[in-house]
């Protein structure tokens, strides 16, 4: 078995002593702070098979320093931040943490639903900070709705899609799909999810949301088009990447009444702007791009990366490697 290198860009110390207690003897680890100088990174990576933590790369010129570099590990599903396809390029993959964030994402994703459904935030900001108890809420029973006999239907039915799918069957919803993935029939049985057309799901769908992958194929894929066939009273739900949605066609949507609300933990552009027309909505739930966050989350991410730097080190294939797109 080769020894490899591996380059460690850690927020805190816990998370590079997680990978140097799990990694293989025949794995040296170079264990950074992120944000550390450049010189002293340089000096002390130069080296390295791989890096774990793909911020450090996001520039093609630093990525050829590197001249053994075989794998950029990130510890994040998207890795929309580096130039994948100049990488492979130069014969290096990039890999994302291959649904370590995902049950802490579909979640997330469950509460940005029942909180457009119920306008929950709405009241708990009335209740908490403005004092106005049951304000606007006393008689207006047609703005709340529940779950149960709803279609929603998931873009993207990956690691975090399959997992939504699989918690709302427990809300007794009828669950339907659309992907560039064919899945079989037992992945699609195990998710209780049926696979539709984007037009038919978009279309049909009480709730639409989004887990898909910022690319090309994706930026601005919900635009004006498929807010006009949505129905009046369906509710829109991004936790991937705020432009997978046109913001000014939501925008748009939202004024003209054609969707009911929306749940958002991402926006184009973030942190979000201060004189962003989705802010102060009562219709709009926002978040501020955390869904994945979770201490499980992060473990379960570092161990995807302690399982890539064995996995090269046997000279196998790693996991999660995207697509150089």
């Not at 591996?6 to 702070?33: C, G, H, I, K, M």
């Not at 964030?101 to 708990?124: D, G, K, P």
């Not at 990366?305 to 046997?314: I, P, Q, W, Y």
């Amino acid at each position: 078995m080769p020894a490899i290198t591996v380059a460690f860009f850690y927020q805190d110390e816990w998370e590079a002593q997680r990978f140097r207690d799990n990694v293989s003897p025949e794995v040296t680890v170079v264990a950074l702070p992120r944000g550390s100088a450049p010189d002293e990174v340089d000096a002390a990576s130069r080296e390295a098979d791989m890096i774990v933590g793909g911020g450090r790369v996001r520039e093609l010129d630093v990525a050829r320093t590197y001249s053994r570099l075989k794998l950029v590990q990130t510890l994040s599903a998207g890795t929309n931040y580096l130039p994948t396809a100049e990488l492979a390029e130069m014969g290096i993959r990039v890999a994302n943490n291959y649904g370590g964030n995902a049950v802490a994402v579909a979640e997330v994703t469950i509460v940005l639903i029942v909180s457009a459904y119920r306008h929950l935030m709405v009241q708990w900001d009335q209740t908490n900070n403005r004092g106005t108890y049951m304000e606007g809420f006393q008689d207006d029973w047609e703005r709340f709705h529940e779950l149960t006999g709803k279609r929603v239907g998931i873009v993207g039915l990956g690691q975090i899609g399959s997992r939504v799918a699989k918690r709302l069957y427990g809300w007794e919803c009828e669950v339907v799909y659309n992907d560039v993935v064919q899945f079989d029939a037992k992945y699609e049985a195990a998710c209780h999810a049926r696979r539709v057309s984007l037009d038919e799901l978009v279309e049909t769908s009480d709730v639409v949301t989004l887990h898909v992958p910022l690319d090309h194929t994706t930026e601005k894929m919900i635009s004006d088009r498929e807010f006009e066939l949505m129905k009046p009273g369906a509710v829109l739900i991004n936790a991937c990447r705020g432009p997978v949605v046109d913001e000014a066609a939501l925008i748009r949507a939202l004024d003209a009444g054609q969707i009911a609300g929306a749940g958002l933990d991402v926006t184009e552009i973030e942190p979000i702007e201060a004189d962003n027309p989705l802010l102060g909505r009562d219709n709009v739930v926002l978040l501020p791009h955390r869904a994945g966050t979770s201490i499980e989350a992060r473990e379960k991410s570092i161990d995807t990366a302690v399982m890539n730097a064995t996995l090269l080190s046997e000279g196998k294939d790693p996991v999660g490697v995207v697509l150089p797109v």
